[in-house]
């Protein structure tokens, strides 16, 4: 919105904000393309050093808007509202620029002051004041001062993601100082934690039969408080969105996030092409891939709770004429959220399907009996024949394995051992997505086809770990 919307609009500016937009309208203006290389140097740095003022500018005006009830007289709930509905603010930005600006006005003095004097972005301020608000509430103000002196310096060096881990590494040093009254310097104990009796003379448990009861006083006092449970941090946040995906937002303690990463760890390692072509995909889709690897093989493993007496499972409802391919009406999950054509094609290669009648209303009227497409026995037999993954190059055992149609059932694929194959979930899309196809050899072993782009005279391709060697075989 400019200057002129803004006085059809509202108030009109003051004359200093008139004055900034002069400035401001002067550098769109300009031709960039004369400037120098030590003007456009000097331009760059110093626009961004102001963004970080005018965070401070705006933080102030934000802090008196709150302080007189000024969101209240405007008929807003609070001042983020306010901020929202004037500016169409995501709520999240809104109580952000609240937060920031309560912090550096009450809280961090000194970032607020490095804030309005262009030494720090609005990003680091962030960082700090928010490493300040979770230090200990038995840090003193001295340490919360240092602390916060020796963040500001970190931050001319380092950027926000590797500050966070510093003010972390801080945060857990204050911690670990004993600030109970009395409390001398922990290690110079023999036990972290127990301090002499100042008005005893004694240490430990001596004495702690008197009768005059000291003991028992002095072992009250000296009795560890209850201490914050780190995992109450943990919360896991998922939103849906209109394309149909889902976000996920959320925070873990130390413990919790190092376990996660290692149970990921190695499921997000790249696989290279059997050609050695390099793992395409980014480190944030390797780990998105593990995530969902974790979580299959604990489906699959029926290692979760009951949920309403049923063991937790994928439920997809797909219109018949959809499971036919024959109609526009997308299948949905049992959150609500449409279900893509190709991923449907491949779940429903190994599902368990329930037939539920509907009256018009989309109410049900009768419920038929499940039907698996591929039987245990089935299963077995391919595990046993299979041995794992057929993809070429592949190593993942059977259990990690998706059984795969090569005529999709819906077409007319029959469910039977020579239309079946063993694939891990990542090479099961990469056959439905990237045009590989598959054929049955004399052997009744199954073989797949590279599309044309990876071998034009598209020649038949095994896995050698899923099957053994011919010499091996024929040894009885």
């Known amino acids: ?32 393309w004369r400037l120098s290389d030590g003007e456009l140097e000097a331009l760059i740095e110093g ?42 603010l995501a709520s999240r930005e809104a109580r952000r620029q609240i937060t920031l600006a309560r912090d ?14 262009g030494e720090l972005t609005v990003e680091h301020a962030v960082v700090i004041c928010e490493a300040m608000r979770s230090l200990p509430a038995g840090v003193t103000p001295e340490q919360r001062g240092e602390a916060e002196l020796a963040l500001l ?37 023999s036990q972290t934690g127990e301090h002499n009796n100042p008005g005893s003379g004694r240490t430990g448990n001596a004495g702690a039969g008197n009768a005059g009861g000291d003991g028992d006083s002095a072992d009250t006092n000296n009795r560890e408080r209850p201490s914050p449970d780190p995992a109450d941090i943990r919360r896991l946040t998922l939103t849906d969105t209109p394309a149909g995906t889902t976000l ?38 390797r780990r998105a891939d593990a995530l969902i690897d974790l979580i299959s093989r604990a489906l699959g493993a029926a290692a979760l709770p009951e949920s309403g007496g049923v063991r937790p499972h994928l439920t997809v409802t797909i219109p018949w004429k959809t499971l036919l391919a024959a109609d526009t009406i997308p299948a949905t999950t049992s959150w609500g959220l449409p279900l893509p054509r190709a991923a449907l094609a491949r779940l429903s290669c190994d599902a ?89 050899t004399d052997d009744h072993r199954p073989a797949l086809i590279p599309p044309h782009r990876i071998d034009p005279l598209r020649r038949p391709r095994r896995n050698p770990y899923s099957q053994p060697p011919p010499h091996l075989r024929n040894t009885a």
């Not at 002129?4 to 004359?15: F, K």
């Not at 009256?359 to 041995?387: E, M």
């Not at 993809?391 to 819906?410: K, N, T, Y």
């Open 1 to 32: 919105m400019s200057f002129e919307d803004g006085a059809r609009d509202g108030p009109v500016p003051p004359a200093r904000l008139a004055v900034i937009a002069g400035q401001v309208e002067g550098l769109l203006s300009d031709e960039t």
């Open 47 to 88: 626009v961004c050093r102001l963004v970080g003022r005018v965070a401070a500018a705006r933080g102030r005006l934000l802090v008196e808007a709150q302080d007189r009830g000024f969101a209240l007289r405007q008929g807003a709930v609070d001042t983020a509202a306010w901020l929202r509905d004037r500016l169409a």
């Open 104 to 117: 550096v006005h009450e809280v961090c003095r000194a970032t607020g002051a490095a804030l309005a004097a």
């Open 153 to 189: 310096a970190f931050a001319h060096t380092f950027d926000p993601y590797q500050l966070v881990k510093l003010a972390a590494r801080q945060r857990e040093a204050l911690t670990m100082v004993d600030t109970s009254p009395g409390g001398d310097d922990p290690h110079a104990d």
């Open 248 to 285: 996920l937002s959320g925070e873990l303690d130390a413990e919790g996030a190092a376990m996660l990463r290692t149970a990921l760890d190695s499921l997000a390692a790249p696989h290279p092409a059997v050609d050695g072509t390099s793992d395409s995909r980014s480190p944030a889709r």
């Open 352 to 440: 368990e399907i329930s037939r539920i009648l509907l009256d018009p209303a989309g109410v049900p009227l009768d419920v038929g009996r499940s039907t698996r497409t591929v039987p245990a026995h089935l299963r077995r037999a391919l595990a046993i024949r299979d041995q794992g993954c057929v993809f070429p190059g592949c190593d993942r055992p059977p259990s990690w394995c998706e059984a795969h149609h090569a005529i999709h059932w819906r077409d007319g694929g029959p469910t039977a051992l020579h239309n079946l194959l063993l694939l891990c979930a990542t090479h099961h899309r990469r056959v439905h997505h990237d045009g590989w196809d598959i054929i049955f």
